[in-house]
C-alpha cells in the first residue's frame, strides 16, 4: 500500500511530537505529502518544528482526530492497542505503516542510506557524519534523533541519489513488528560502534541483542561497507556476519587493539580536544575539536572514516570536526553562575556505560571542578535492578551524586517479573567507595540540595542525567543559579 502513496495524499502521524516522529513528518512534508499528525501534547522544541513546517496537531489522541481523506496512518512505536485514535484508524480499516517502514518506502529508496548503530553514541555520530557531509558540499540528507545545533534541527531531505545518514535504532518498530527498526532501512553503509545490553523490555537476553545487530551486519551489498568498532568485542565479531567491505575502528583504553583506523587522544581541555588519527598504519593530521572523553572520541572517528569511504577529503573532514557545535542535550551547558563558578549541564546518558562516559568527558571539560552527578533513571531498564552494580562502579568517578526517582506515572515503571532498582542501596555502595550519595523523593527537595551544594567556595557542576525532561529540574537549576 505504501508504495502506492503519491506527493499530494494525507498522511496522519499517531505520536507526531516525538523528535524522530515530528522529523519523519517533516521530511514528508517536503516531499509534497499533506501531513497532520496528532500526540497527547506537543511541546518544544518539536511542537516548534511542527509549526515550522506547516503541520497541523492534534491534542489530545481522540477518534475525530483522523482525516476524512487519510490514505494511511503512521504510527509510533510508543502507540499501542487502546489508543481511541488507533482504534478509530483500525475500525476505518485504514492502512497502517510504521515510522521505519514509511521513511524507508518514501525517503530512502531514492537515496543512499548510512545507517548509524550501536548502544551508544549514534545521536552524536549520526550529526556529526551529516555535519561533515553537508559541509564538504554534498547534499546529504539526515535524521537524528536529537537536535544538531549546526545543522538546523533534526533532519533535512537531501537530493536523491545522494547519502541519507539516519540513526539506527535498535528498539522496537510498532506494535505490530517487535524487530528492531535499523532492520528496515536498507544500508549501504552500516556503522555499527558498539553493542552491549539494553532495552531488558524487548530483548530477555544479551544474546538476543547481539542476534539483532548479526542481522543487521548482512543488509550492507557488496559494493557497501559496514564499519565496526573493534574496542567492543561484540561488535567486531560482526565481521563474520558480512558480505561487503568491512574496515573496523578502536579508541583503545589501554593496550592497543588491532583496527584499520586507529586514533588516541593526545591532548584535552576545557576547549576541546585532539586526536591523532591513523589508517592501516598511515597517520592523518591531528583532528580537534570540541569534543571530551574516548566514547566521544569514537563517535569522532567513526564519523571521520566513513566520510573518508564516501569520498570526503581529510582536510574537509578536519575542518568540518573543528567547526562542528555538537548537540543538544549532550554534554549541555544550560547556565552558569554570575562569577562562573557553577555550571548546570545536563546529558541524555541513562545506561551505566554512557553516564560513566560523560563523568569522564565532564572531568576532561572542567579540570578541577567538583562534579555533582544528578542522575534520574527512567527507563524500564534502568529503573529496574538489572544495572544495579553497574551504576554504583559507573557512578563512583562523580565527587557527589544525587539520586533521584522519577516524577508522576513513572515512579514505579520497571521490567515485570523483576525487582526495582534499590536507590537507597545504591547510594549505600557509593558511600562505601568515599563518594558521598543522597536519594530525594522529590524535585523540590532535589532542587534545595542543589541549591546548598552550589553555595560552597569550589567550583562545581552540575551534571544532570535522564532520558527524559526530569520534571524540568535542569532548567530550574539554571535559573536558580544564574539569579
Same mark, same amino acid.
Given at each position: 500500500?505504501?508504495?502506492?502513496?503519491?506527493? #499530494?495524499?494525507?498522511? @496522519?502521524?499517531?505520536?507526531?511530537?516525538?523528535?524522530?516522529?515530528?522529523?519523519?513528518?517533516?521530511?514528508?512534508?517536503?516531499?509534497?505529502?499533506?501531513?497532520?499528525?496528532?500526540?497527547? =501534547?506537543?511541546?518544544?522544541?518539536?511542537?516548534?518544528?511542527?509549526?515550522?513546517?506547516?503541520?497541523?496537531?492534534?491534542?489530545?489522541?481522540?477518534? *475525530?482526530?483522523? %482525516?476524512?481523506?487519510?490514505?494511511?496512518?503512521?504510527? =509510533?512505536?510508543?502507540?499501542?492497542?487502546?489508543?481511541?485514535?488507533?482504534?478509530?484508524?483500525?475500525?476505518?480499516?485504514?492502512?497502517?505503516?510504521?515510522?521505519?517502514? $514509511?521513511?524507508?518506502?518514501?525517503?530512502?529508496?531514492?537515496?543512499?542510506?548510512?545507517?548509524?548503530?550501536?548502544?551508544?553514541?549514534?545521536?552524536?555520530?549520526?550529526?556529526?557524519?551529516?555535519?561533515?557531509?553537508?559541509?564538504?558540499?554534498?547534499?546529504?540528507?539526515?535524521?537524528?534523533? &536529537?537536535? !544538531?545545533? =549546526?545543522?538546523?534541527?533534526?533532519?533535512?531531505?537531501?537530493?536523491?541519489?545522494?547519502?541519507?545518514?539516519?540513526?539506527?535504532?535498535?528498539?522496537?518498530?510498532?506494535?505490530?513488528?517487535?524487530?528492531?527498526?535499523?532492520?528496515?532501512?536498507? %544500508?549501504?553503509?552500516?556503522?555499527?560502534?558498539?553493542?552491549?545490553?539494553?532495552?531488558?523490555?524487548?530483548?530477555?537476553?544479551?544474546?538476543?541483542?547481539?542476534?539483532? +545487530?548479526?542481522?543487521?551486519?548482512?543488509?550492507?551489498?557488496?559494493? =557497501?561497507?559496514?564499519?565496526? #568498532?573493534?574496542?567492543?568485542?561484540?561488535?567486531?565479531?560482526? !565481521?563474520?556476519?558480512? @558480505?561487503?567491505?568491512?574496515? $573496523?575502528?578502536?579508541?583503545?583504553?589501554?593496550?592497543?587493539?588491532?583496527?584499520? *583506523?586507529?586514533?588516541?587522544?593526545?591532548?584535552?581541555?576545557?576547549?576541546?580536544?585532539?586526536?591523532?588519527?591513523?589508517?592501516? #598504519?598511515?597517520?592523518?593530521?591531528?583532528?580537534?575539536?570540541?569534543?571530551?572523553?574516548?566514547?566521544?572520541?569514537?563517535?569522532?572517528?567513526?564519523?571521520?572514516?566513513?566520510? $573518508?569511504?564516501?569520498?570526503?577529503?581529510?582536510?574537509?573532514?578536519?575542518?568540518?570536526?573543528?567547526?562542528?557545535?555538537?548537540?543538544?542535550?549532550?554534554?549541555?551547558?544550560?547556565? !552558569?553562575?554570575?562569577?562562573?563558578?557553577?555550571?548546570?549541564?545536563?546529558? +541524555?546518558?541513562?545506561?551505566?556505560?554512557?553516564?560513566?562516559?560523560?563523568?569522564?568527558?565532564?572531568?576532561?571539560?572542567?579540570?578541577?571542578?567538583?562534579?555533582?552527578?544528578?542522575?534520574?533513571?527512567?527507563?524500564?531498564?534502568?529503573?529496574?535492578?538489572?544495572?544495579?552494580?553497574?551504576?554504583?562502579?559507573?557512578?563512583?568517578? !562523580?565527587?557527589?551524586?544525587?539520586?533521584?526517582?522519577?516524577?508522576?506515572?513513572?515512579?514505579?515503571?520497571?521490567?515485570? #517479573?523483576?525487582?526495582?532498582?534499590d536507590l537507597e542501596r545504591l547510594a549505600r555502595d557509593l558511600a562505601s567507595e568515599g563518594v558521598s550519595a543522597d536519594v530525594l523523593g522529590d524535585h523540590s527537595a532535589l532542587l534545595n540540595r542543589v541549591g546548598e551544594l552550589?553555595?560552597?567556595?569550589?567550583?562545581?557542576?552540575?551534571?544532570?542525567?535522564?532520558? &527524559?525532561?526530569?520534571?524540568?529540574? %535542569?532548567?530550574?537549576?539554571? $535559573?536558580?543559579?544564574?539569579?
Open positions: 500500500m505504501i508504495r502506492g502513496l503519491q506527493p #499530494g495524499d494525507r498522511l @496522519h502521524v499517531l505520536g507526531v511530537a516525538g523528535t524522530a516522529m515530528a522529523s519523519l513528518a517533516g521530511l514528508l512534508t517536503r516531499l509534497g505529502y499533506r501531513v497532520s499528525g496528532s500526540d497527547q =501534547g506537543a511541546y518544544p522544541p518539536m511542537s516548534t518544528v511542527l509549526e515550522r513546517e506547516g503541520i497541523e496537531v492534534r491534542t489530545p489522541f481522540a477518534p *475525530w482526530n483522523l %482525516p476524512g481523506e487519510c490514505r494511511a496512518v503512521v504510527v =509510533g512505536n510508543a502507540i499501542s492497542r487502546g489508543n481511541p485514535e488507533l482504534e478509530a484508524a483500525l475500525d476505518r480499516r485504514l492502512p497502517l505503516v510504521s515510522f521505519p517502514e $514509511t521513511l524507508r518506502e518514501l525517503v530512502l529508496r531514492q537515496r543512499a542510506p548510512v545507517v548509524v548503530a550501536g548502544t551508544h553514541g549514534k545521536t552524536t555520530t549520526t550529526s556529526l557524519l551529516a555535519w561533515i557531509l553537508r559541509t564538504s558540499g554534498l547534499d546529504a540528507g539526515f535524521l537524528t534523533g &536529537g537536535v !544538531a545545533k =549546526g545543522l538546523g534541527g533534526s533532519f533535512a531531505l537531501g537530493a536523491a541519489g545522494q547519502p541519507f545518514v539516519v540513526e539506527g535504532d535498535e528498539y522496537d518498530t510498532a506494535y505490530w513488528d517487535k524487530g528492531p527498526k535499523f532492520l528496515h532501512y536498507l %544500508p549501504e553503509v552500516a556503522i555499527v560502534g558498539n553493542v552491549e545490553f539494553d532495552h531488558a523490555d524487548i530483548y530477555p537476553d544479551f544474546a538476543a541483542v547481539r542476534r539483532q +545487530f548479526s542481522f543487521l551486519a548482512r543488509l550492507p551489498p557488496r559494493r =557497501g561497507l559496514l564499519l565496526l #568498532g573493534a574496542d567492543s568485542p561484540p561488535a567486531g565479531e560482526l !565481521a563474520e556476519a558480512a @558480505h561487503t567491505t568491512v574496515e $573496523t575502528f578502536s579508541v583503545p583504553a589501554g593496550k592497543a587493539i588491532a583496527a584499520d *583506523w586507529v586514533a588516541a587522544i593526545q591532548s584535552s581541555g576545557p576547549s576541546g580536544s585532539r586526536l591523532g588519527a591513523a589508517f592501516r #598504519g598511515v597517520a592523518r593530521p591531528f583532528l580537534e575539536g570540541r569534543f571530551w572523553g574516548r566514547a566521544a572520541a569514537r563517535n569522532v572517528l567513526a564519523a571521520a572514516a566513513t566520510a $573518508t569511504w564516501l569520498g570526503v577529503e581529510w582536510e574537509a573532514i578536519r575542518e568540518a570536526v573543528h567547526e562542528f557545535s555538537g548537540v543538544e542535550r549532550r554534554l549541555q551547558q544550560l547556565a !552558569a553562575s554570575p562569577d562562573g563558578r557553577v555550571l548546570v549541564v545536563r546529558d +541524555f546518558a541513562h545506561h551505566p556505560t554512557a553516564v560513566e562516559a560523560v563523568l569522564e568527558a565532564g572531568a576532561r571539560r572542567w579540570p578541577g571542578a567538583l562534579l555533582v552527578a544528578v542522575f534520574e533513571p527512567r527507563s524500564f531498564t534502568s529503573r529496574s535492578a538489572v544495572f544495579q552494580d553497574r551504576f554504583a562502579a559507573a557512578l563512583r568517578s !562523580a565527587d557527589r551524586v544525587l539520586l533521584a526517582s522519577p516524577a508522576g506515572e513513572r515512579r514505579g515503571r520497571r521490567l515485570p #517479573g523483576t525487582a526495582s532498582l552550589a553555595g560552597g567556595d569550589e567550583k562545581t557542576v552540575f551534571l544532570f542525567l535522564s532520558n &527524559g525532561q526530569f520534571g524540568g529540574v %535542569p532548567e530550574k537549576a539554571a $535559573t536558580r543559579i544564574t539569579a
